[in-house]
């Protein structure tokens, strides 16, 4: 099932990264600032053309979301995309940047890719099928103390100016240990079971929609910091589901 789609995700990635890397590092690469004041490269704007493209080449009816360019039909399927997610890594030199695709039909999110090149890992998941990392399967960890627990998180000083803010502070105080890598390759940490917690304050759905998939076929949960679904720019927490309910309980305490 979704074996096609799945097949034109990994050529879609793979187009994507050689797109990429000809620009990453280079000393060329033009950096513009958006009306929302984040950055947008040669490189954000080539693989999306490229990946709407091959699209509609291949799924002419399919509707396509993406980043720098919106809504573009209105199908029920919907192919939703991050060209580069962490381009201020990308465009800062540093390798923590993906390239995210998913698809969703009737609104649930069914596939999702997380490529990223610049490390040579590659996430995939179609919903019932589990999750693999570079053709491997993956899971989530079986931490199930918070005092035993690695738990990421996007930059500090946004939290600190949230209500949430004195929780998050507790909970990397009671975590074992405690990083702030953030972007996608932070919620795959957790899938794989190298951590046991991310949190973010605020994603769009094309942030989230192929993280999803993956921590919830790896056996993770993925929720708001109240509980609630994802939406589109609603705050985002992965765990490994064992520690899901202690997290959300902390966050909210220390509100």
């Known amino acids: 099932m979704l074996e096609r789609e799945l097949s034109l995700a990994d050529t879609l990635a793979d187009r994507a990264a050689e797109i990429a890397l000809r620009w990453f590092r280079a000393a060329d690469l033009e950096v513009r600032t958006k009306a929302d004041r984040s950055p947008v ?56 940047w993906s390239t995210l695709i998913a698809l969703s039909v009737e609104g649930r999110i069914v596939l999702g890719v997380v490529s990223l090149p610049g490390i040579g890992e590659r996430y995939q998941a179609v919903r019932g099928g589990g999750a693999r990392l570079n053709g491997r399967p993956i899971s989530v960890s079986s931490t199930r103390r918070v005092s035993d627990a690695f738990v990421l998180f996007s930059s500090l000083e946004g939290w600190l100016a949230r209500p949430e803010g004195p929780g998050v502070l507790g909970l990397l105080r009671e975590a074992r240990r405690s990083r702030g890598f953030g972007d996608a390759w932070s919620h795959m940490l957790v899938a794989r079971g190298a951590a046991d917690v991310m949190i973010e304050r605020e994603l769009a759905l094309w942030d989230w929609a192929a993280i999803q998939v993956v921590v919830e076929e790896a056996g993770g949960r993925i929720t708001q910091l109240d509980g609630r679904p994802l939406e589109h720019g609603g705050s985002v927490v992965s765990t490994n589901g064992v520690l899901h309910d202690h997290v959300l309980a902390r966050l909210r305490a220390g509100g």
């Open 41 to 96: 490269t040669e490189a954000d704007l080539a693989i999306e053309a490229m990946i709407r493209e091959e699209i509609r080449r291949r799924y002419p009816d399919d509707a396509v979301l993406g980043e720098e360019s919106g809504l573009q039909g209105r199908a029920a399927r919907r192919w939703i995309v991050d060209p580069i997610d962490g381009t201020k890594n990308f465009a800062d030199g540093v390798q923590l």
